[in-house]
């Protein structure tokens, strides 16, 4: 079993930044898809960021424009560069790797806390 390990999550204020990073555990087969989740308590986690193994992003429409996903994939790593961050942005963050074609799986990280204060 792989493990996600993630940190940069902390309190800051509005208007901050905070980078996150996750890198693998031990040895992987290349992820088709790499990706930020957020999840507060009471609601279902929720999609941030994702980007290919080709490199295409795609965005949270709230977070278009202050959120940056970024990823090594030689090293197996997914940063998240957080900017301009709001109260709505505090969250439990997750990163996950997937892999939809043989070996399949789907691997995320035990999160870290990210608070905005206003």
Same mark, same amino acid.
């Given at each position: 079993?792989?493990?996600?390990?993630? $940190?940069?999550?902390?309190?800051?204020?509005?208007?901050?930044?905070? !980078?996150?990073?996750?890198?693998?555990?031990? $040895?992987?087969?290349?992820?088709?898809?790499?990706?930020?989740?957020?999840?507060?308590? =009471? *609601?279902? !986690?929720?999609?941030?960021?994702?980007? @290919? &193994?080709?490199?295409?992003? @795609?965005?949270?429409? $709230?977070? *278009?424009?202050?959120?940056?996903?970024? !990823? &090594? #994939?030689?090293? #197996? @790593?997914?940063?998240?560069?957080?900017? $301009?961050? *709001?109260?709505?942005?505090?969250?439990?963050?997750?990163?996950?790797?997937?892999?939809?074609?043989?070996? =399949?799986? #789907?691997?995320?990280?035990?999160? /870290?806390?990210? /608070?905005?204060?206003?």
């Amino acid at each position: 079993q792989v493990q996600l390990v993630e $940190s940069g999550g902390g309190l800051v204020q509005a208007g901050e930044s905070l !980078r996150l990073s996750c890198a693998a555990a031990g $040895s992987i087969v290349s992820p088709d898809y790499k990706g930020w989740y957020r999840q507060v308590p =009471g *609601k279902q !986690r929720e999609f941030v960021a994702t980007i @290919t &193994d080709t490199g295409i992003p @795609t965005y949270l429409e $709230s977070v *278009k424009g202050r959120f940056t996903i970024s !990823r &090594d #994939n030689a090293r #197996n @790593t997914l940063d998240l560069q957080m900017n $301009s961050l *709001k109260p709505e942005d505090t969250a439990v963050y997750y990163c996950n790797f997937r892999r939809t074609i043989y070996p =399949g799986y #789907n691997y995320w990280g035990q999160g /870290t806390q990210v /608070t905005v204060s206003s």
